[in-house]
């Protein structure tokens, strides 16, 4: 038999050596120390806005819910929730492979697609009336939910600024090549 030194040896009833008998301890361990993880699926369509109020914002529509540790209210917001459900319709009619990873969120802002929706008329030379016709907006309430269309109006009263704007850029920009050139 060989003598392992590093461990204390103890005698047993049966003249056997063995290493010493387990300790119990009257300790009481440390309270868990690491944070919960939120392993809800509900959290895959929030994030927590205020933790001291326990506020979560939803990834959708940017509503902020109170969750008290509980998931049920975000849960009801989601079966609630028009743009998420329009996302969810829409992503249920493309084929499952372009959807892998989360979905993108990016801010919504009215004016920043309005200003392509004019150009675009512009540009093709599509009539404004067409921007009331039904397959437009069942396009453009798929592509970007949030967005609210125009009347052929207003797209026209757009069109007339956007004018301006360039016209008074284009005026600006003779008047000072003018300038320049009889300095010269």
């Given at each position: 038999?060989?003598?392992?030194s590093?461990?204390?040896?103890?005698a047993?009833?049966?003249?056997m050596?063995?290493?010493?008998?387990?300790?119990?301890?009257?300790?009481?361990?440390?309270?868990?120390?690491?944070?919960?993880?939120?392993?809800?699926?509900?959290?895959?369509?929030?994030?927590?806005?205020?933790e001291?109020?326990?506020k979560?914002?939803c990834?959708?529509?940017?509503?902020?819910?109170k969750?008290?540790?509980?998931?049920?209210?975000?849960?009801?917001?989601?079966?609630?929730?028009?743009?998420?459900?329009?996302?969810r319709t829409?992503?249920?009619?493309?084929s499952?492979e372009?959807?892998?990873?989360?979905?993108?969120?990016?801010?919504?802002?009215q004016?920043?697609?309005?200003?392509?929706?004019?150009?675009?008329?512009?540009?093709?030379?599509?009539?404004?009336?067409?921007?009331?016709?039904?397959s437009?907006?069942?396009?453009?309430?798929?592509?970007s939910?949030r967005?609210?269309?125009c009347?052929?109006?207003?797209?026209?009263?757009d069109?007339?600024?956007?004018?301006?704007?360039k016209?008074?850029f284009?005026?600006r920009?003779?008047?000072e090549?003018?300038?320049?050139?009889?300095h010269?």
């Amino acid at each position: 038999m060989t003598n392992v030194s590093y461990l204390p040896m103890y005698a047993t009833s049966e003249n056997m050596i063995s290493t010493p008998p387990p300790t119990v301890s009257n300790e009481i361990p440390p309270p868990h120390t690491k944070k919960r993880k939120n392993h809800s699926e509900a959290w895959n369509h929030f994030t927590i806005s205020s933790e001291k109020e326990q506020k979560a914002s939803c990834k959708y529509c940017d509503t902020k819910i109170k969750y008290n540790n509980r998931t049920s209210s975000m849960h009801a917001h989601l079966s609630r929730c028009l743009v998420y459900k329009r996302q969810r319709t829409t992503s249920s009619m493309t084929s499952a492979e372009e959807h892998v990873g989360s979905p993108l969120i990016v801010k919504f802002d009215q004016e920043v697609i309005r200003r392509p929706m004019v150009k675009m008329f512009i540009n093709m030379e599509i009539p404004f009336r067409e921007v009331e016709h039904e397959s437009f907006h069942e396009f453009m309430s798929l592509s970007s939910p949030r967005f609210q269309i125009c009347s052929r109006t207003t797209l026209a009263c757009d069109v007339l600024k956007l004018w301006d704007i360039k016209n008074d850029f284009e005026k600006r920009s003779l008047s000072e090549l003018l300038k320049s050139l009889s300095h010269h």
